[in-house]
């Protein structure tokens, strides 16, 4: 594989996976790295460098910036975007194996690529989210907000200067994904048991009483 196919592919990969964890944050890093002219952006993708559709992508980042910080806000927004960012992260995919110029199967690809990897990473980090709210402090919050939208930037930055790097980075994110997905699936489980036993809980039934003996 020759390093233009490598890029696109890593590219499609990238974006995929990144739009999973903050979609907007992603956009804008493609967008201000094609604006900038360190990477040149497949032409389906070439609108995120726009100022418009940069200027749209920072403000739902700032609003996700913000959500991402309460505790339960943050679960909501995840759930709503559950509809967004796997759909978008498809999409961004899709647009970028444009670049592997393989046509329609290179679109198929890049879609299903792209839609699995997206799911993939909004599950861990929603499921992560749900789990980090059970804790009393908010302090947790913030250090996940930020180390999420750290590892989009640098995962992005990573795909783009350091292909390979980024692929075994990749295979490692997909191996801890599939072992702890179902831990928290077990936990989100345990916990939703209590508050339903918490809040509809039925009250005993009462004893009879033991039968006199006759004397």
Known sequence: MDNESLHALTLMLGAGWAAGINLYA??????????????????????????????????????EFVADKIPWVD????GLHSFIRIPAGALLAAGAAQGLDL????TAAGLLAGGGLAATSHATKAGTRAVI???????????ASVVEDLTVVGGL????NHPWLFLVLLVCFLL?????????????RAGGRRLQ?????RPPKPVDPPPEETP
């Open 26 to 63: 992603a956009m804008l890093v493609l967008g201000w790295l094609g604006a900038t002219c360190q990477v040149v952006l497949p032409e389906p993708l070439a609108p995120l460098a726009s100022p418009l559709v940069m200027g749209v992508a920072a403000v739902l980042f700032a609003a």
């Open 75 to 78: 679960s909501l927004w995840d």
């Open 103 to 106: 046509g329609a199967v290179g």
């Open 133 to 143: 709210n059970t804790s009393p402090e908010p302090a947790s919050n913030w250090t």
């Open 157 to 160: 930055w990573t795909a783009l």
């Open 176 to 188: 801890l994904a599939a072992w702890l997905l179902p831990r928290i699936w077990r936990l989100l």
């Open 197 to 201: 036993d918490l809040f509809f809980r």
